[in-house]
C-alpha cells in the first residue's frame, strides 16, 4: 500500500515546508529526513537537523546512533514553539 501522486505531492510540499522551518530556527546546515514502515501500512517520518557546531561523528547515520545524549528536553519544547511561530507565519 502506498501514496497516491496526490498524496505523493502534498507530502514533499510539506516536507520542504517543514525543513525550511527547521533550518530557520535551528540554523541547521541539513535536515535528515527518514521514513520507516516496513511492518504495518503507515509509516513514520523522522526530520533530524545537523547544527553547524555538530562534531562529525554526529553526520549521518552517527546522529541516530547518539541522538539519546543530544535530548535536552527544555530545548527541544523551545524549538518546538519557535517551529510552530515560523510555520503559523508562513500560512
Known amino acids: 500500500m ?5 498524496e505523493a505531492d502534498e507530502l514533499g ?9 527547521i533550518e530557520e530556527v535551528t540554523g541547521a546546515e541539513k535536515v ?5 514502515g ?3 501500512p503507515h509509516f513514520h517520518l523522522l526530520l533530524h ?5 555538530s562534531p562529525p561523528e554526529l553526520s549521518g547515520p552517527g546522529l541516530f546512533l547518539h541522538r539519546d545524549e543530544l535530548v535536552d528536553r527544555e530545548e527541544s519544547a ?3 514553539l ?10
Not at 502506498?2 to 496526490?6: I, R, V
Not at 510540499?13 to 522551518?21: C, E, K, N, Q
Open 49 to 53: 537537523p545537523r547544527l553547524p557546531f
Open 82 to 91: 519557535a517551529l510552530c511561530r515560523a510555520l503559523s507565519a508562513s500560512d
Open 78 to 80: 523551545e524549538t518546538a
Open 2 to 6: 502506498g501514496m497516491d501522486e496526490a
Open 13 to 21: 510540499s510539506l516536507l520542504a515546508r517543514l525543513t525550511g522551518a
Open 32 to 36: 535528515y529526513v527518514v521514513a520507516y
Open 38 to 40: 516496513e511492518l504495518f
